[in-house]
Structure formats: structure tokens, C-alpha cells
């Protein structure tokens, strides 16, 4: 059931109405019943995959508290892992990893008899995944106790808010709050329903409206300019931020209605001034979930930097692969690493030039050019992960330098206005409303918006209630879109 639909709306509605009619007692069975409802709405068979994750997970949650031996508790994670792993491998990777061995074995003058699945992947398989493995490491760890509560724990991985594209939640956050009771709260409603309500504005009126413009070229980038790609590959970098965040917005919306806090998955990760906090900014459940079970045991910042260093680019490759099972994503969380690396490796020589040049004394320009750096290499990344192919990847790439040249020759009107593959998705609307975007980024710099309406007369809030809904009505694109991170 996707979120930009008129059955989520009646969903949403039906289910957090009954929610606090309901005996607290109760309510953890209609949550469970509405997340398996919410889950089978895209292909009801997939149930049974979460159902046996969520079985073997449970049971070694418990095993792994009860058991005060060393040895059986690491033996009883790793075989708890191997089967989250292990359904993930299958499902995800299997026919990629089967494809690139019957390449391998062409080449060398053999074949590969191993048959390929006719298996769609499970929506959302690597969130849930991600979060049931970090329930029952933070067990091994002696970070939480286990849950005995067999109803809850399958809560706690299947509650529909973020069950298919995050946050990506751990159990010290979540579990208890599927215990405690909760009551209607106007505040909670009110600020949950703005958030619901920007989520949809970024998905429906910027994302869709952009992908109207970026899918046309990145699908046949043969048939357009220069300038038409470098329009996509901006637009792209802009069109998944605010299709991503917009789900997480209105998943945490949906949730703080009932009283439920997910943790935040975006702070404006473009005004980064680094690579390295853009990642501080960006899926930022994903990117501490890496930095605690990956990148600290392999040594963290404790190891020598060369080691530092490869730890760094080893842990953005696995990222890459966990977003998809195509080179085209292994290359995207390589090019992050490389990024890292070599920020680490040059900073004596980049500060050195910024003393000399003179621009770090000159703050907002340092300060701009190094946003734009940031987004535009960012940007250049993106394009892996958009490309169908890595060889539409890098055409698309060896194309972007001419778009300079092709724009100043409009200019000068040397050669004519380029047309854009725009369709129904009218240019000067998608320029107005990524400016009305960083309007709203801009505000929030220095106080919440949520805090800025509350503050503000009844009209003038509902009046900004009334122009977010008619805009979005006017110019949202309901195609019921499926949201970009579904399909990992």
C-alpha cells in the first residue's frame, strides 16, 4: 500500500481511530493485524518470509539472554544473522551473484548450470532485515533484554510506518514504546499531521513532478542533449531526496499520531559542506546502522589510518551493494568511498591552499563553494545509481562536460533553446517548487517550522494548511508513483 494512495488515506484513518478506542491491551494485535494487512497489499505470499525472520529471531533473542555461555551465545547470533543474511542473499542477490559467475565462466570457456529464480523481491527486504539484525546483536551485546512478548517483538519489526523504507529503528527506541500506553494527544496530532502533510508536498508535488522530467533521459539517454542530462542528473539528486524523505516524514508523521517517536532520517543533507556530513545527514538510520555493526568492529578510529581508511571505503561498498543487487550500485558506494579516502588523505594539502588563496577568511563564499562541490559530487554519484546500465552511467557522465558548452551557446544564441522531455510536468512549476523547498530549508536554519506555525494567529495557520492542500491538489502527480527506496 503505498502512502501517496487513496487507500492509504482510508487505511490511515480507520486503524489509528480504532487505535485509541481500543483498550491498551488490545492495540498491539490491531497493529499487527494492520502492518500484515499494510504488507500484503503489495503480494500477500511475502508474508511468509517475514513470518519465518521474525520466528527465528525471536527464539534467538531469548537464547541468546538466557544462554551464559560465551561460545553457544556467538553460535546462536551467527545462525540468527545466516538467516537474515541468508533470505536476503537469496531474494536479492542470488541472480545478480548467479549472472556475473555465468559471465566469469563464458569468458574462460565454461557453464554455468546453476538456474536462475523467477522471484520478485520482498518490498522494503533490507529495512526490515537491517532492523530485525539489530534487535538480536544489541542482545548478544547486553545492550537490551530480550522480548519476551512474542506479539510485540513481531510489532517491532512489521509496525507499518517504516516497515518498508525505514527508519531503520532499534529495539531501545522502539520496544518500549509498544508497551507503554498511549493517549491522544492534540500536539502529537497536530505536528504529525504537518509532517504527513509536507511528506506528501515533497513526494507527489516536487518528486513525481521531477521524475516526469529525469526518467525520459536516464532511461534513453541517447535521445536527449547535453543540457537535458545535466537538467536530469540535478533534478535527480533533488527528486530523491524529497522522494525519500517524504516517506520518512510522513512514516514518522503516521506514527507520532499515535504517540509513537521514530528517530529522524534527514537534516537537509545538501547543505552539507563535506561529504562526510552529507552522510551525517543523509538515511542517517542506515548510516549509524553501519557506523555501530560494521565500521566499529572493524576498528573504528582506533586502527591506524590506512586501515581507517580501507575500513571506510570497505563499509561504503557493502552500503552500495545493500541498496541493490546491479554494479551500477556497487560502483555508487565505491565513488562514496573513494570520496572519503581521498577527503581524509588531502585535507593537510586542501587546507594549506584555502589558507593561501585566501578563502577560508572569506566565509560565505567558502562556505557556497564547498555546498556546491559537495551536491555537484554527490550529484555525480547519483548518476550510478539512477543509470539502468553502467554503460548508460558513463555516457551519461561523458556527456555532462558539453552541457556547458551547449548552454553558453544559447545564451548567445548560437544554437536554440534546447526543448526538455517535460510532458506534463511544466518546467517553470518544477523550478518553483524546488525554490519554495529550500525556502522552507532556509526557515528552518534557525527555528522549526512546526514551531513557526504554532506560534502564528488561527488564520494564518489555516491558511497555510489550505495553500500546502491546494497546491498539492493543483500540482501534485498522483500516478500512485511507488517511492524510489521500495525496491530495496
Not at 404 to 416: H, L
Request: glycine share 4%; with cysteine; proline share 4%.
Amino acid at each position: 500500500m503505498l502512502f501517496n494512495s487513496i487507500p492509504f488515506v482510508f487505511f490511515f484513518i480507520v486503524v489509528t481511530v480504532l487505535y485509541f478506542m481500543l483498550p491498551h491491551r488490545y492495540r498491539w494485535v490491531l497493529l499487527l493485524a494492520a502492518s500484515c494487512f499494510f504488507y500484503m497489499f503489495f503480494k500477500p505470499v511475502y508474508i511468509l518470509i517475514l513470518a519465518f525472520t521474525i520466528v527465528i529471531d525471536y527464539y534467538a533473542g531469548i537464547l541468546l539472554e538466557d544462554e551464559p555461555d560465551k561460545v553457544k551465545k556467538k553460535k546462536y547470533l551467527v545462525m540468527s544473522l545466516i538467516a537474515n543474511i541468508g533470505v536476503l542473499a537469496v531474494f536479492k542477490y542470488y541472480n545478480f551473484l548467479n549472472g556475473n559467475v555465468s559471465e566469469l565462466a563464458q569468458m574462460m570457456g565454461f557453464t554455468n548450470h546453476m538456474p536462475f529464480l523467477r522471484i520478485a523481491l520482498p518490498i522494503g527486504l533490507s529495512f526490515h532485515t537491517f532492523q530485525a539484525m539489530s534487535y538480536t546483536i544489541e542482545v548478544y551485546r547486553g545492550n537490551h533484554k530480550a522480548e519476551r512478548h512474542f506479539g510485540i517483538y513481531s510489532l517491532y519489526v512489521m509496525f507499518y510506518p517504516q516497515l518498508v523504507a525505514g527508519p531503520i529503528e532499534r529495539p531501545q527506541n522502539m520496544l518500549h514504546q509498544f508497551h507503554e500506553e498511549k493517549f491522544f494527544n492534540y500536539n502529537n496530532a497536530v505536528t504529525g499531521l504537518r509532517l504527513m502533510m509536507w511528506g506528501m508536498f515533497k513526494k507527489v508535488v516536487i518528486a513525481d513532478r521531477l521524475a516526469v522530467v529525469t526518467d525520459p533521459v536516464f532511461d534513453h539517454p541517447g535521445m536527449h542533449s547535453s543540457l537535458n542530462i545535466l537538467v536530469a542528473a540535478v533534478f535527480f539528486s533533488i527528486e530523491i531526496y524529497c522522494d525519500f524523505s517524504g516517506y520518512s516524514d510522513i512514516a514518522i508523521g503516521s506514527a507520532r499520531i499515535m504517540g509513537f517517536k521514530l528517530m529522524n532520517n534527514f537534516s537537509q543533507p545538501y547543505n552539507a559542506k563535506s561529504i562526510s556530513e552529507f552522510w551525517r545527514r543523509w538515511h542517517i538510520s542506515l548510516s549509524t546502522w553501519f557506523k555501530d555493526y560494521l565500521y566499529i568492529p572493524l576498528g573504528g578510529n582506533r586502527v591506524s589510518r590506512n586501515r581507517r581508511n580501507f575500513n571506510l571505503f570497505l563499509v561504503f561498498l557493502v552500503s552500495g551493494f545493500w541498496h541493490g543487487a546491479n554494479w551500477t550500485y556497487i560502483v555508487w558506494g565505491a565513488i562514496h568511498g573513494f570520496y572519503m579516502v581521498f577527503a581524509d588523505v588531502t585535507a593537510p594539502v586542501r587546507n594549506k591552499l584555502r589558507a593561501i588563496t585566501g578563502i577560508a577568511k572569506a566565509k560565505l563564499l567558502d562556505s557556497v563553494v564547498q555546498r556546491v562541490l559537495t551536491f555537484s559530487l554527490v550529484t555525480i554519484a547519483w548518476v550510478f545509481f539512477r543509470a539502468n546500465t553502467m554503460h548508460d552511467a558513463l555516457y551519461i557522465l561523458g556527456r555532462l562536460p558539453d552541457a556547458f558548452r551547449e548552454a553558453v551557446q544559447i545564451i548567445t544564441r548560437k544554437i536554440p533553446m534546447v526543448k526538455f522531455p517535460i510532458a506534463d510536468a511544466r518546467m517553470e512549476v518544477c523550478l518553483l517548487v524546488i525554490v519554495l523547498l529550500e525556502v522552507v530549508h532556509a526557515v528552518q536554519k534557525k527555528r522549526s517550522i512546526n514551531t513557526l506555525i504554532q506560534n502564528q494567529p488561527r488564520i494564518v495557520r489555516w491558511s497555510v494548511y489550505y495553500a500546502i492542500v491546494f497546491i498539492i491538489v493543483l500540482f501534485g502527480i498522483f500516478h500512485d508513483r511507488q517511492f524510489i527506496y521500495f525496491q530495496f
